[in-house]
C-alpha cells in the first residue's frame, strides 16, 4: 500500500514537472465575512520536499504581502499559525493546505500559493486565488434578464376588474355653486355649507330690493302731496 502510495506521488510530480508552472488563470470564491477560506495547493515532491511555502496576497500594482511562511519540513509535516492565516506543509502528499478564519471585507484580494526562495522570485504552485468577502446580507446582482418577466411571487392571482357604464348621468353643479365653493375652499369655509351662504346672498338681495321701492314710494307720495297743496291754492 505504502508502495503504490510513493508511485503515485512520483507519477504526480511528473505530470506537474510536465505542465511546468502553473495556468495564471483564476479561482474565484465568494464569502461573507465571518466565513473561512480552504485551499489546497499541490506542489512537485521531488523538486519541493523540504522547500519552504508560503500564502501570499497580490496588491492592485502588482507588490507581494507574505501572510504566512512554513518552515522546513524535518518530519511528517509542518504547520505555521499567523494572525487568521492557518499553513500546514504535508510533503508525503505533496500538497499544502491553507486556512484563512474570519474573513472581513478588506480581505478581498488575489492570493497565491508560491515556493518561498529569497532572494529570488517566489514559484506559483497554484492558480492565483480571487477572494471577493461580501457584508453580511448583501447580494450578489442579479444576473441580466433575469427580471425581464415578472417573478411568480409578483403577479397577480386575482381576477381582472371589469367596470360597468352606470345609467345615470351625471349633471354638473352650477356656475354660481362652482364658483362659490372654488372661493369659499380658499377662505377656508366648507363647502358643504355653500347651500346656506347662498341663501343668505339671496335675501340680502331681495332684502335691499324691497327697500328701494320703498322708499322710491315715499318720495312719489310726498312729491303727490306737494303738488296737489300747491294746485289747491
Known amino acids: 500500500?505504502?508502495?503504490?502510495?510513493?508511485?503515485?506521488?512520483?507519477?504526480?510530480?511528473?505530470?506537474?514537472?510536465?505542465?511546468?508552472?502553473?495556468?495564471?488563470?483564476?479561482?474565484?470564491?465568494?464569502?461573507?465575512?465571518?466565513?473561512?477560506?480552504?485551499?489546497?495547493?499541490?506542489?512537485n515532491?521531488?523538486?519541493?520536499?523540504?522547500?519552504?511555502?508560503?500564502?501570499?496576497?497580490?496588491?492592485?500594482?502588482?507588490?507581494?504581502?507574505?501572510?504566512?511562511?512554513?518552515?522546513?519540513?524535518?518530519?511528517?509535516?509542518?504547520?505555521?499559525?499567523?494572525?487568521?492565516?492557518?499553513?500546514?506543509?504535508?510533503?508525503?502528499?505533496?500538497?499544502?493546505h491553507v486556512h484563512m478564519?474570519?474573513?472581513?471585507?478588506?480581505?478581498?484580494?488575489?492570493?497565491?500559493?508560491?515556493?518561498?526562495?529569497?532572494?529570488?522570485?517566489?514559484?506559483?504552485?497554484?492558480?492565483?486565488?480571487?477572494?471577493?468577502?461580501?457584508k453580511v446580507g448583501t447580494r450578489s446582482p442579479p444576473p441580466k434578464g433575469a427580471f425581464d418577466s415578472p417573478p411568480v411571487c409578483l403577479r397577480s392571482t386575482l381576477p381582472p376588474v371589469t367596470t360597468k357604464a352606470q345609467g345615470k348621468t351625471h349633471t354638473s353643479p352650477s356656475p354660481v355653486t362652482q364658483l362659490l365653493t372654488m372661493s369659499t375652499a380658499g377662505l377656508g369655509v366648507n363647502p358643504t355649507h355653500g347651500t346656506d351662504v347662498l341663501k343668505i346672498s339671496v335675501i340680502s338681495i331681495v332684502t335691499i330690493v324691497v327697500c328701494g321701492i320703498l322708499s322710491k314710494s315715499l318720495v312719489f307720495t310726498f312729491l303727490l302731496i306737494a303738488t296737489q297743496r300747491s294746485f289747491g291754492r
Open 101 to 134: 478564519a474570519d474573513l472581513r471585507v478588506e480581505d478581498s484580494g488575489l492570493y497565491q500559493c508560491v515556493i518561498y526562495q529569497p532572494p529570488k522570485d517566489p514559484i506559483l504552485l497554484h492558480h492565483p486565488i480571487r477572494l471577493v468577502v461580501t
Open 1 to 43: 500500500m505504502r508502495k503504490a502510495r510513493l508511485w503515485g506521488l512520483l507519477w504526480m510530480s511528473f505530470i506537474l514537472e510536465l505542465q511546468g508552472a502553473p495556468r495564471s488563470e483564476e479561482i474565484k470564491y465568494t464569502r461573507t465575512e465571518g466565513q473561512s477560506l480552504n485551499e489546497s495547493c499541490p506542489f
Open 45 to 96: 515532491v521531488m523538486k519541493y520536499f523540504s522547500t519552504r511555502k508560503a500564502w501570499q496576497r497580490l496588491g492592485d500594482r502588482g507588490e507581494l504581502q507574505t501572510l504566512a511562511i512554513t518552515d522546513r519540513v524535518s518530519g511528517l509535516s509542518s504547520k505555521v499559525h499567523k494572525d487568521r492565516c492557518f499553513l500546514e506543509d504535508i510533503p508525503t502528499e505533496g500538497i499544502l
